[in-house]
């Protein structure tokens, strides 16, 4: 299948700092792309939907001006935490998908700890 | 966006089928139904899609009935290494459909 790649897998960083998580397709372009959060023995949950070159739609309950996302290419959309808190602190994951392809692939997850 | 309805958690022992079924009352016409597995801190991984009928491949089948409202996703001779959280989804073809997550089946496979 097809190969999403995120990075950092793991990061901590202090309350009221800005964190960035990439989430880049390797061998296929991403027309879309997925965010999500899921805390411990939960699903995950969509955060927002990102089309390339357009700005992402976000679920209700989810704040856009804290929860940056870019998708500023079809390989690459970036996530940014801004202000974080340690109610941040989650397991924070990004799919992509291909136009006219029905499967979504996602990456290995970013594990978010803010202290 | 159709809800889906899988049992919260499912016991096995090593070499046995695994059948989960989820329910999806309300798929729509151009609904596809797609597996995915998660293990503890990784993304989904991606088992299988399908349509309608049934589709096999090498790690697992779907099967899926006439009316669609209902899947089973069967694992042949399950090992430990399947002790997973398995997540049936519903989605359209289409760019940008979201792909939501119920709140999955946890299948333990004991020794």
């Known amino acids: 299948g097809a190969v999403v790649s995120q990075h950092p897998s793991r990061v901590i960083c202090k309350s009221g700092t800005s964190v960035k998580i990439e989430c880049r397709s390797l061998d296929f372009q991403a027309t879309t792309m997925f965010w999500y959060r899921q805390f411990p023995k939960q699903s995950l949950m969509l955060m927002a939907t990102s089309n390339e070159g357009s700005k992402a739609t976000y679920e209700q309950g989810v704040e856009k001006d804290k929860f940056l996302i870019n998708h500023a290419s079809l390989t690459l959309s970036t996530l940014t935490v801004t202000s974080a808190h340690p109610e941040d602190s989650s397991f924070y994951i990004c799919?992509?998908?291909?136009?006219?392809?029905?499967?979504?692939?996602f990456g290995q997850g970013t594990r978010l700890t803010v202290v | 966006l159709a809800k889906t309805t899988q049992p919260i958690s499912m016991d096995s022992y090593e070499g046995q089928e695994v059948n989960i079924t989820c329910s999806h009352n309300n798929i729509a016409t151009n609904d596809y139904i797609t597996w995915y597995q998660q293990f503890p801190s990784q993304g989904p991984r991606f088992i299988i899609q399908g349509y309608k009928t049934k589709v096999t491949n090498e790690v697992a089948s779907l099967f899926i009935p006439a009316d669609r409202k209902s899947s089973t996703l069967s694992l042949p001779r399950v090992s430990l290494s399947d002790t997973a959280v398995y997540y049936c989804?519903?989605?359209?073809?289409?760019?940008?459909?979201?792909?939501?997550f119920g709140a999955g089946t946890r299948l333990f496979v004991k020794a």
């Open positions: 989804l519903v989605g359209r073809n289409t760019g940008g459909f979201k792909t939501i």
């Open positions: 799919s992509a998908k291909e136009q006219g392809v029905t499967e979504a692939f």
